[in-house]
């Protein structure tokens, strides 16, 4: 390991997470502004990690449940960052940034707790499915509730699969997600 990389290490510990206000609707676009800017002014050992916090949830339309990100806190964007006047001075002045959150001019990091509770530093991950093709499967949910089936094919994107089911004699494909099958 290189100096540089040491240093860099250290001062990622020594870094706080920072509040930029933004216009709403822009907290994309400001992560993706920021951090190219900060590629192109070698600014990597003073700005860490920008982050646009986002929640999952599921929005059920019409009886169909879809599985949807959204904002948790529009018109804001965290920074990893360490704080002197140069990176100051990249973020205040980043397109659609409005300000930091905080007394004036003056950042105010948010504590370790708050940082946790925001989820930040933990990436969500989804818990493994373990079906694959040819597995028995039963409905626990839905409208097909207590039948049992094949499964034909898995779709882990929309994590969904596509289910035989005997029904009225014949055997129909119907597609279900993985939360109304269990394996058997």
Sequence with gaps: MTDKELSREERAKQAKWYVVHTYSGHENKVKANLEKMVENRGMRDDIFEVAVPTEEYIETKSGKKKLKERKMFPGYVLVKMIINDESWYLV???RGVTGFVGPSSKPVPLSDSEV???G???K????LVDFKSKDVVKVIT???ENFIGTIDTI???KRKAKVYVSMFGRETLVE???DQIEKM
Aim: proline share 9%.
């Design 92 to 94: 205040r002045n980043t």
């Design 116 to 118: 946790r509770a925001l």
């Design 120 to 122: 930040v530093q933990e």
């Design 124 to 127: 969500v991950v989804m818990p």
């Design 142 to 144: 839905g409208p097909f």
């Design 155 to 157: 779709s882990m994107e």
């Design 176 to 178: 279900l997600e993985f």
